[in-house]
């Protein structure tokens, strides 16, 4: 599926638990085990097991109820709305996507260096970067896996 049309629809209440999953973490850390996140929740008065984790993540199950998803939610650090929600996924998912890229050590150094811009030049390195971005897409669809091949700079 395109990455255009993958964005475009809705995700799956398993794609947003396996979104949070692989992006809610300290930097250098794995991602959290289903009995992690478990006992977490159970510690904090909740009640769901490391199995029914897994089968929401996996889509086995899709209908939890409310106070699975809060608790989930309270996990996570996420507001309930994003399991319910397809503007508010989209808004949190956005987040998630900048978390995920603050991670890594490359983006936190420019986002330092880029802090001290003036609004004109934050402006144009926020225009380069989505030209980049654009342009890796555009290669990923042509089939291309290395993003910097093939195209002469």
């Not at 947003?16 to 250098?28: E, H, N």
């Not at 889509?59 to 996570?76: E, I």
């Amino acid at each position: 599926m395109a990455d255009d049309e993958q964005q475009a629809r809705p995700k799956t209440l398993a794609e947003k638990i396996d979104r949070l999953f692989k992006t809610v973490r300290r930097s250098g850390e794995p991602e959290a085990t289903y009995r992690e996140v478990a006992n977490t929740i159970v510690a904090r008065g909740g009640a769901i097991s490391a199995s029914y984790i897994w089968q929401l993540r996996t889509g086995v199950k899709d209908n939890p109820t409310m106070k699975h998803l809060q608790a989930l939610a309270d996990y996570f650090q996420v507001s309930p709305a994003y399991f319910l929600d397809d503007e508010e996924a989209a808004r949190i998912d956005s987040e998630l996507e900048l978390l995920a890229a603050m991670r890594d050590a490359d983006v936190r150094a420019i986002s330092l260096r880029a802090s001290e811009l003036s609004p004109s030049s934050l402006r144009l390195v926020h225009d380069l970067v989505e030209r980049e971005r654009q342009r890796e897409r555009d290669q990923q669809s042509a089939g291309r896996s290395d993003p910097d091949e093939g195209d002469g700079s």
